[in-house]
Each structure stands twice: as structure tokens, then as C-alpha cells.
């Protein structure tokens, strides 16, 4: 079973190129998520989608875009990396809350990000 | 909007000791959720406990406990019988109770290290 899948798990780029961070569930989770951990901040949310073709911005979303074209996948796009986006990335899933459903996120292993 | 603080940025305990870690929150909502994460150096993040705002009775899970005070906004994690393999961090999350705000807002973490 596996879950949530971030890929790639390491990458370095140079100031101003461009990536894509790829998020995979297998979980039929409705709602998706992106965060950003970096020392002393705890995670904080970039943007989240709560279905298949809906997303929304989320606390520092400044620089990122996204995309939930597919149901089981979440693309975090950076067009124009900055050192300042140097960070550990999360991707997370969960069920819809709601009605009494305690559904927890389950999280990706991280995509460690170094911008030169 | 919701905040999280966990004021005590480490701590340690002894092998076989109990210890608190502590977390408050702030909210205007009535209904949420409740959670502590633990990230051990491997990255992942790990679901330790959850708690449900409606339900009085304290959450529990093997050694794992919580103190939920909701008037006084309190969720701290009790830790009985440390091991070797607690020493981590822990961040102390909250959820709210409708699509819009399923995300999770986390505190900075605390680093928790288990002394032999």
C-alpha cells in the first residue's frame, strides 16, 4: 500500500528555473494539500485542493501554483525559483471532515528542495 | 484564524520517565479537531493522537495520552514510560469542522530528546 508519493524526494536548482513536485495517493482521498516546513515554523499550508479540479490558496501561497487535474494527484509548480522557497515540502490527503468523521491527513515522506 | 503555540521549543526526559509536552490554541469555532504529530529525523510525519472538541473524555493511545481543557484552549501530550525511540519532533495540530477549513494548522514543534 502506498499511500502518499512524492516525487521526486531531493532536488537543487539554480535561482529561476522551474519544477514540478508531484503528489500520489492511491487512497481516493478527496481533499489534497501542500506544505512548506522549514526550521522553527512548524508546516505551514501553501495551497489545498478539496476535489478534482478545485484548489485554493492556503497561508503562504506566494510563488507556487497548482494543479488537481486528476483526482489522485496534486502538482505543486514553482516557475521562477528563489532561494527563499528552499524548504521541505509535504504533500498530505485525507477524506472530507465533516459530520462527526475524524479523518487524519496521512503525509508524503517529504520532498527536500536546496534553490541556488 | 485559528493559531497554534507551542512555547517550549525543547525538552528532555529520562528512559522510563513521564513527560508533558504542552500546545494552546486559539479559535473561534465551537467544533475541531485536535492532533499531535510525531516527526522523528527520518522526516516522516506520524499520526500520535487525536482528539475530538466534543467528546470530554481524554484521548489515549497505549502510552500516549492528552489533557484536553477546552475552555482554557490546553492540549498537552503526556508521554508515559519514555523510550529511546520517542526522541523527536512533535508538533501539536488543529482542524477545524467544515471543507474550508479541513487544513491543518500547526504549531513550530517541539524537539523532544530521551536520555539513556
Known amino acids: 500500500n502506498a499511500g502518499v508519493t512524492q516525487t521526486p524526494k531531493f532536488r537543487v536548482l539554480k535561482t529561476g528555473q522551474s519544477m514540478t513536485l508531484l503528489c500520489a495517493q492511491d487512497?481516493?482521498?478527496?481533499?489534497m494539500y501542500w506544505y512548506r516546513q522549514d526550521p522553527g515554523m512548524g508546516l505551514r499550508l501553501i495551497h489545498y485542493?478539496?476535489?478534482?479540479?478545485?484548489?485554493a490558496k492556503g497561508e503562504v501561497p506566494d510563488g507556487y501554483n497548482v494543479s488537481r487535474l486528476k483526482k489522485q494527484n496534486f502538482l505543486l509548480g514553482l516557475e521562477s525559483a528563489a532561494p527563499s522557497q528552499t524548504s521541505v515540502y509535504f504533500c498530505a490527503s485525507s477524506y472530507p471532515v465533516g459530520g462527526g468523521s475524524n479523518q487524519p491527513q496521512h503525509f508524503g515522506d517529504g520532498t527536500r528542495l536546496s534553490i541556488l | 484564524a485559528q493559531t497554534v503555540t507551542q512555547s517550549q521549543p525543547e525538552m528532555s526526559v529520562q528512559e522510563a520517565e513521564t513527560v508533558t509536552l504542552s500546545c494552546t490554541y486559539d479559535?473561534?469555532?465551537?467544533?475541531?479537531?485536535l492532533f499531535w504529530y510525531k516527526q522523528p529525523p527520518s522526516r516522516q510525519m506520524i499520526l500520535v493522537i487525536r482528539q475530538e472538541a466534543y467528546k470530554q473524555q481524554n484521548a489515549t493511545e497505549n502510552r500516549f495520552s492528552v489533557n484536553f481543557q477546552k475552555a482554557a484552549k490546553s492540549f498537552s501530550l503526556k508521554i508515559s514510560d519514555s523510550q529511546l525511540g520517542d526522541a523527536a519532533m512533535y508538533f501539536c495540530a488543529y482542524r477545524g469542522f467544515t471543507g474550508a477549513n479541513s487544513k491543518l494548522t500547526f504549531g513550530k514543534g517541539i524537539t523532544l530528546s530521551v536520555r539513556p
Open positions: 487512497m481516493n482521498h478527496e481533499y
Open positions: 485542493s478539496v476535489g478534482e479540479g478545485t484548489t
Open positions: 479559535t473561534s469555532e465551537s467544533d475541531y479537531y
